[in-house]
């Protein structure tokens, strides 16, 4: 027995900021953004936090699934933005929506978030524990960007992506996570070690900091690595993969992905020029697109990646 996604779901915020948007504020351009990165705009949150969005998001893709909130026995939300510490984002989505039955967490894994979500989900449901999961990806890291910085803040947006999945025959074929939390401060966010009321301190948690090029030589070395090591593992050619859908964090990481691996870069679908980096969310919002698109058929074979703080990676192989 394996995991099958049965429904897919995204929401993205309203308000659009454009490159020339972010001009007025911090020193840059679009040609500078749109050269480094591939992105030209962003969603940014006006009244949504992360788990309405993720909410809606999920709601779209339990309609899709056509099953009912009160069938689901477990909600993951991959997400390093969650409204509060506690609850967790799962719980709150899971009483915006209703799963009343669901057992319910967050996984913190920044961009990998929600491939590692969609393999948890995969590790209960193929031990029979679950039968049917909500697997999110959400984030606002709009709220946690030092907008005077010109080095991070281009690069985001906010949105979210659901999947829902359910034991089947037929889905997941191999799945892989890492992490390596020695080189965890090129890419940090939201410090709570620093309040202490003895000392007089009031907890800051303090805006994203990031090393852009260590990120950057992190994500082309490792992510080629796992997706290897998943199509190793299941026996498969990378011919025989129908697409790519990997973290949309920046074009020219994936280029750069695309052509060490040899793989043709039309199999490797990309949407950050619209929507930024949105975090966990990436992954879900692009699959959900190829698949309202029509592009995914039955029976094809699609590679997930995720990439980021932690440092966090994974790949998923799954058939459709
Ligand atoms: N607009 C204009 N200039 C900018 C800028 C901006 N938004 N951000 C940085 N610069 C400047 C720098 O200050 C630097 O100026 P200097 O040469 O006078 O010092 C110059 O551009 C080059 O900066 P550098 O950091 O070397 O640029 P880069 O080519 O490495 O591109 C990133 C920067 C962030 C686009 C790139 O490193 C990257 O994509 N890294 C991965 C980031 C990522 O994806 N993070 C999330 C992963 S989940």
Redesign the pocket.
């Known amino acids: 027995m394996t995991t099958r996604i049965i429904g897919t779901g995204s929401y993205m915020p309203e308000h659009i900021v454009t490159n020339d948007d972010?001009a007025k504020i911090?020193?840059?351009?679009d040609e500078?953004?749109r050269s480094?990165?591939g992105i030209g705009e962003r969603r940014i949150a006006t009244v949504e936090n992360t788990s309405d969005m993720a909410a809606k998001a999920a709601q779209a893709a339990l309609r899709q699934a056509g099953i009912g909130a009160d069938e689901i026995d477990l909600i993951l939300l991959g997400t390093s933005s969650p409204d509060h510490c506690f609850p967790n984002g799962a719980c709150e989505v899971q009483a915006q929506i209703g799963a009343v039955n669901a057992a319910c967490f967050d996984i913190s894994a920044?961009?990998s978030g929600y491939v590692f979500a969609l393999n948890t989900a995969h590790a209960f449901i193929s031990t029979g524990l679950y039968r049917t999961a909500l697997v999110i990806g959400a984030d606002v890291l709009s709220k946690l960007i030092d907008w005077a910085d010109?080095?991070?803040?281009?690069?985001?947006g906010d949105g979210a992506g659901a999947t829902v999945v359910r034991a089947d025959e037929k889905g997941i074929l191999g799945m892989n996570m890492h992490s390596e939390g020695a080189k965890g401060g090129v890419?940090t966010c939201g410090s709570r070690s620093n309040g202490n009321f003895l000392l007089g301190k009031k907890p800051d948690l303090g805006y994203m900091t990031?090393d852009?090029?260590e990120?950057?030589k992190f994500?082309v070395k490792k992510v080629p690595e796992c997706i290897n090591e998943v199509l190793e593992n299941t026996h498969t050619f990378k011919d025989e993969v129908a697409y790519f859908v990997i973290?949309q964090?920046?074009y020219?990481?994936i280029e750069s992905i695309a052509k060490r691996m040899k793989i043709d870069a039309d199999k490797f679908p990309v949407n950050m020029e619209h929507y930024g980096?949105t975090?966990a969310a990436s992954v879900p919002i692009l699959l959900d697109e190829m698949n309202r698109a029509g592009k995914i058929k039955s029976g094809d074979k699609i590679v997930l990646s995720g990439?980021?703080?932690g440092l966090t990676w994974g790949a998923t192989l799954l058939e459709w």
């Open positions: 972010l911090v020193e840059t351009s500078w953004i480094r990165t920044a961009c010109r080095g991070t803040c281009v690069l985001f890419l990031m852009g090029q990120v950057f994500a973290h964090a920046n020219r990481i980096n975090s990439f980021g703080g």
